[in-house]
């Protein structure tokens, strides 16, 4: 979704009628890593994380060091 970004790997996946984001920090620095403006990211519908406690702005997102989740945008 980023290709600019070099150190967050962003991508979505469509099922039929579902979509899910998954935003990785493959760095082992923390990164703040700007949405797409058409994607909403919300806490409540985070799927899967291998933290607890993702730090969600209005447009971005910061990231830990190895910080990943996926998450429903549909």
């Given at each position: 979704?980023?290709?600019?970004?070099?150190?967050?790997?962003?991508?979505?996946?469509?099922?039929?009628?579902?979509?899910?984001?998954?935003?990785?920090?493959?760095?082992?620095t923390?990164?703040?890593?700007?949405?797409?403006?058409?994607?909403?990211?919300?806490?409540?519908?985070?799927?899967?994380?291998?933290?607890?406690?993702?730090?969600?702005?209005?447009?971005?997102?910061?990231?830990?060091?190895f910080?990943?989740?996926?998450?429903?945008?549909?």
């Amino acid at each position: 979704l980023d290709e600019e970004h070099h150190d967050v790997f962003a991508y979505t996946r469509t099922f039929e009628n579902q979509k899910v984001i998954v935003v990785t920090n493959f760095r082992k620095t923390p990164v703040t890593w700007s949405t797409p403006k058409h994607i909403m990211l919300q806490k409540e519908k985070i799927l899967i994380s291998n933290f607890s406690d993702t730090d969600f702005k209005e447009r971005s997102v910061s990231l830990r060091p190895f910080e990943a989740f996926a998450c429903s945008i549909s």
